[in-house]
């Protein structure tokens, strides 16, 4: 069993940034792959960003060039950097993860609001 915590959520003005951190409780090692989704009122949840297990990087259109997604080996912690905010970007953004054993987890997941 995999535990994710994730944190850094809030509300921001657009243009504006947020840091979101994901800290898993396992070693890093052993997961194949770490991204964000986000799920906005009435719609699907959708991919925003994954790091794969060889560092490569995937994001959704919508997020490319303000969103960068990172991770550091040492803390077990994935973030990401979220720049240039638009309210459009609301919504409740969630860790997941898949190990190399081929088990999938997420973590509770944290609102970002881009309001004025």
């Known amino acids: 069993q995999v535990q994710l915590v994730e944190s850094g959520g809030g509300l921001v003005q657009p243009g504006g940034s947020l840091r979101l951190s994901c800290a898993a409780s396992t070693s890093i090692f052993s997961i194949n792959a770490m991204g964000w989704y986000r799920q906005a009122p009435g719609k699907q949840r959708d991919l925003v960003a994954e790091?794969?297990?060889?560092?490569?990087?995937n994001y959704a259109d919508s997020v490319k060039g303000r969103f960068i997604i990172s991770r550091d080996n040492a803390k077990n912690t994935v973030y990401l950097q979220m720049n240039s905010l638009k309210p459009a970007d609301t919504a409740v953004y969630y860790c997941r993860t898949t190990t190399t054993g081929g088990r999938a987890y997420w973590g509770q997941g944290t609102q970002v609001t881009v309001s004025s």
């Open positions: 790091i794969i297990r060889s560092g490569s990087t």
